[in-house]
């Protein structure tokens, strides 16, 4: 099984912690970076492969992975010697890449099964498989529902569920075949075209645990919280 890590942004959002680091390589608690704990989540779930696409300070996350032996796999890269886009830089690897293979974000923290993504994505058959989590966001207002110039429901501060990417897909060389490599493609523009086209994604969705770390306030959480999960998220790793 093969994996792709995107790994070459700028983490701007994270900022001061991304000045020196690439995002993936921020620490989280006393000994791990995050892309360490991928590193070991994906071998544990038996990848062999892996190819990480890097760009901003791309040298450091090279020096630190390496070859991958240290975690018992083979490891390549691709450099991005400008934006891509979220899928854009699949497209300058695609020959090196299986039929099949998982693509992620080298900046969450999860205990979702990989290799089940995977798997999931070559049993179903579609373009694009995308784990998702059902996130819950309280409306601090009021809501009010109007027709014309009435009002015709209230509802006193309500709390909404929506499912949201989690930046772990299963994917197929087929879906990007259309695209020309070196330009930019977002992960948006991929699903609102497979979409117009009639070849839907899949959804995988999962309710385990799951952190995104854009922000200082989820790395600061992500570092509170790793003492009680950290044998949840090392698990078999």
Known sequence: ?????????????????????????????????????????????????????IGHLGHIIRAYVGDGSQWGMRVDYSTEDSPLGTMGPLLTMLDRLPEHFLVMNGDILTDLDFRAVLRAHQAGGAPLTIATYCRKVRIDFGVLTTDSKQVVGFTEKPTLDYRVSM???????????????????????????????????????????????????????????????????????
């Open 167 to 237: 930046g772990v897909y299963g994917l197929s060389r087929s879906a990007l075949g259309g695209y020309t490599p070196g330009l930019p493609l977002g992960f948006d523009e991929l699903v609102l075209d497979l979409l117009r086209d009639g070849t839907s994604p899949a959804a995988h969705e999962f309710d385990g645990y799951w952190l995104d770390i854009g922000r200082p306030d989820d790395y600061d959480r992500a570092n509170a919280e790793f003492t009680t999960y950290r044998d949840l998220l090392l698990k078999g790793a």
């Open 1 to 53: 099984m093969h994996a792709v890590i995107l790994a070459g942004g700028k983490g701007v959002r994270l900022r001061p912690y991304t000045t020196a680091l690439p995002k993936p390589l921020v620490p989280i608690g006393d000994q791990h970076a995050i892309l360490e704990i991928v590193m070991r989540q994906l071998a544990g779930a038996g990848f062999t492969t892996c190819t990480i696409a």
